[in-house]
């Protein structure tokens, strides 16, 4: 108990740097002077330090004196993780006046940095400096980010805003740019874009041995991984000496950005360029995608950020993906959605044109509280593949609400989906559904996280549309969906657990549980009842000692007819004609392997992914639903017992890709790469969309890497 008490004063213990109280695992720059000061006292020794030599050393320029000028000056700067100083920008009277201040700046001697959890990092400050100068008067020096900021008056009695901004009239009409983008992005409310090979990148450091981290709930904030990634420090070993304008902006740089002290935004323009040839299609000489990217970032004030991203694409394909496509394809004569990204339109030989578009708000109304309204995907597990929601599906609507306090996170997300098929079409729209969940995530312990996850579905009919009993963040969804009637909803359970054996080793699963039959379950009679599905999987981070080596094994099972409905097929866990779950629906098993390999901006990846499958024959003569295909009734099933994996017209199936690339611009995840894949399909009977296959196929192409492709279908 002695010991449970003291952390909890360890951890709420705070110490005031200037106006602004700091965490205790962050340590402020330290003048050489200053080493020898006591702990609680170096903040204000380097405030002291820092005034005496701006006092000491600034020349006031003889236009300024010329004209009595009275006034404040105020300074932007930060401390390095190498100890420089470095000024962003000046706000002051006179352009003379800023140019003195940066070479007082210059001269100032290098430090030692400040420090956070241990680990030198950037420190950015405002100061405030009355003009004229006096050997006495108070010069405020405040980190930047501070909330308990002075009104003063100066001798003619205008109000002004120590450590904040020296002219109020003008910072309040004039944009006053930064001389240095400081690339706010990387600590801001924004999601990271989510790329399984982006993702890898900082895996390891998130999943050490003690860290209170939850790397189920994906995208992640830059915030959350930036206590233990230093984006900065990474981006900066690989950016390259560009002098010129362009060639920063395609090697190092945001195409636009602009940042004041109160806000910034990026513009850039993103590309998806392939180019390759499957050798089985005769028909056409080449496959390719052509994708042309808007993106938008930007953030007002400390805790609002916003995202935008637009996507106009044409594309043609290897033939077998070609085939699912049209597949899927939706009412109203569209030929084809697009897997993971939506409804297509012909273009052109055999091409498909699909638009997509992306965006959120992102609001953090507290330290515990995240808050996003947006429109994209999102995705739930440790593993490649996710049993409970995965970014396999078109971009839905959603509105999601995250909890992080003491070793939980508590993730709400409210969805909005559709259902495109021909059956349930009215009026030439699509039938409108809507999906709740809840993930609650609790670090047990320095090793051992545990996840809980509940999901229901349920659609607009009866004029019912949003359902306000599914608001309620803390509620169970079975109770709900039983008070709304039995044919209200289709809810879905899950677990989740992760074990660090070391800082190099983990092991995590998924279950997932549509339905279940006590009495069944263990009698050894496979009823249709149990529909179930489990995961399994480990990653070996820096592997056999080789620095940014990641290995991975993963096993997947789900039975069949989990996350089917009855007649009411548009309950079901799906969404455009997609799984939201994984992407082959149910009725399968699997193994993925996978290496990743990264060093400076080359980076690499090999996957190798062998299944057995089971779909329905749908010939004339055998139309029964077997289990594979999550759009088919589980009222249509050919028996009730004996229900096994790969039931129906078994299938085998083997997948292997081998990718390996240059990132041209780190900033963007902008990467050149080329792509071999080999695609090995066996049937037990040949359909109209299930036949043998093999499939060569190869991709060159160029690439703004902030999504996953799938491939392996």
Known sequence: MKYTLLLSVLLLTRFTYSQEKLNNSEIPPVFPECETVDFQQRSACFQETLKNFIVENLKIPQVVEENNFQGTVVVLFEVTREGDFEVIYVDA??????????????????????TYNGKPTYMQFRMAVKIPLRLNEEVNIVRRGATEIKVEQDETGDEYYSGVQADKATTEYDLIQSEKFTRPHLESKLNIPFSHEMYSRFDAELNRIGTNTHTSTKPFLYSEVAKYYDFKAEQEKILQ?????????????????????????????????????????EEYRFTYNNTRMAILNGGLGDNLNFYAVAYENQGRFAEYYNRYAESIRPD???????????????????????????????????????????????????????LLMSDNASPYPYLKLSTTFWKLKYTNTWMSLRDVRPEVTADGSFRTKYMANHYLSLNLTKRLNVGLFESVIWQNDNNRGFDVNYLN????????????????GNALLGLTAKYKWSDEVISYGQWVVDEFSTGEIFGGSQSW?????????????????????????????VRPYTYSHNKEVVLNYGHNNQSMAHLWGANFREIVGIARFKKERIYSHAKVIYGKRGFDFNNGVDNAAYGGDIYESYNDRPFDYGVKIGQGNTARSLFAEVEVGYIINPTTNLKLYGNFMYRNFNTQVKTATHFDNSTVWINFGLRTDIFNWYYDY
């Open 93 to 114: 009277a006179y352009d003379e006046l800023k140019d003195e201040v940066d070479k007082t700046f210059e001269t100032l001697p290098q430090i030692t940095p400040a």
């Open 473 to 488: 963040p803390v509620i169970f969804y079975r109770a709900t969906e039983f008070a709304t009637g039995a044919r209200g």
């Open 241 to 281: 000496d560009r002098s010129t304008w362009l060639g920063r902006k395609i090697w190092n740089e945001h195409l636009v950005q602009f940042q004041t002290e109160d806000y910034w935004f990026t513009i850039d323009f993103g590309l998806d360029l392939q180019l390759g040839k499957d050798f089985q299609q």
């Open 529 to 557: 009842k149990n529909k179930l599905g489990y995961q399994l999987g480990v990653k070996y981070f820096n592997a056999f000692n080789i620095p940014d080596l990641l290995l991975q094994a993963e096993y997947n099972q």
């Open 332 to 386: 109203g004569g569209d030929p084809a959605i697009i897997p993971g990204r939506g409804i297509a339109k012909p273009f052109m030989d055999g091409g498909y044109d699909y638009p997509v578009a992306e965006g959120y708000l992102s609001y953090s109304p507290g330290k515990y509280f995240n808050i996003q309204l947006g429109h994209g995907k999102n995705f739930i597990g440790d593993g490649y593949r996710s």
